[in-house]
């Protein structure tokens, strides 16, 4: 469990960086361009990441990550529930205030509301 959690920090820590480089480095300063700083940063986090960096463009697909990892089904699933009883949570509120609300209309128009 801790190596996967390791191996996620470190794919995120990836793509972030490089998405770091490519929206930050779109000047062209002191000779570098957004490529070269993306291929350092790139270098950079697979060198942190003890593995060699080939040059190649890796491409992402989010979507298909989140509809096959295990871990990340699993805690939609959990957010789904939380979600839910914070939202039945809520409406009993509501509905509690409601009542209240209109006990005090009730008790306001029949003037048994005194001030001290």
Same mark, same amino acid.
């Given at each position: 469990? %801790?190596?996967?959690? +390791?191996?996620?920090?470190?794919?995120?820590?990836?793509?972030?960086?490089? $998405?770091?480089?490519?929206?930050?480095?779109?000047?062209?300063?002191?000779?570098?361009?957004?490529?070269?700083?993306?291929?350092?940063?790139?270098?950079?986090?697979?060198?942190?990441?003890?593995?060699?960096? %080939?040059?190649? /463009?890796?491409?992402? @697909? /989010?979507?298909? /990550?989140? *509809?096959?990892?295990?871990?990340?089904?699993? +805690? @939609?699933?959990?957010?789904?529930?939380?979600?839910?009883?914070? @939202?039945?949570? +809520?409406?009993?509120?509501?509905?509690? $205030?409601? *009542?209240?609300?209109?006990?005090? @209309?009730?008790?306001?128009?029949?003037? +048994? /509301?005194? *001030?001290?």
């Amino acid at each position: 469990m %801790n190596r996967t959690k +390791l191996n996620i920090v470190s794919f995120a820590a990836a793509v972030a960086a490089g $998405l770091f480089a490519v929206g930050c480095g779109s000047s062209d300063k002191g000779g570098t361009s957004a490529a070269g700083n993306a291929a350092d940063s790139a270098r950079t986090v697979a060198a942190a990441a003890g593995s060699d960096y %080939n040059g190649k /463009i890796v491409y992402v @697909q /989010i979507d298909s /990550i989140m *509809r096959g990892y295990g871990m990340a089904i699993d +805690l @939609q699933a959990a957010f789904a529930s939380k979600s839910e009883k914070a @939202q039945n949570e +809520l409406n009993a509120k509501g509905r509690s $205030l409601e *009542r209240e609300m209109r006990d005090y @209309q009730e008790k306001a128009q029949k003037g +048994l /509301i005194t *001030r001290f």
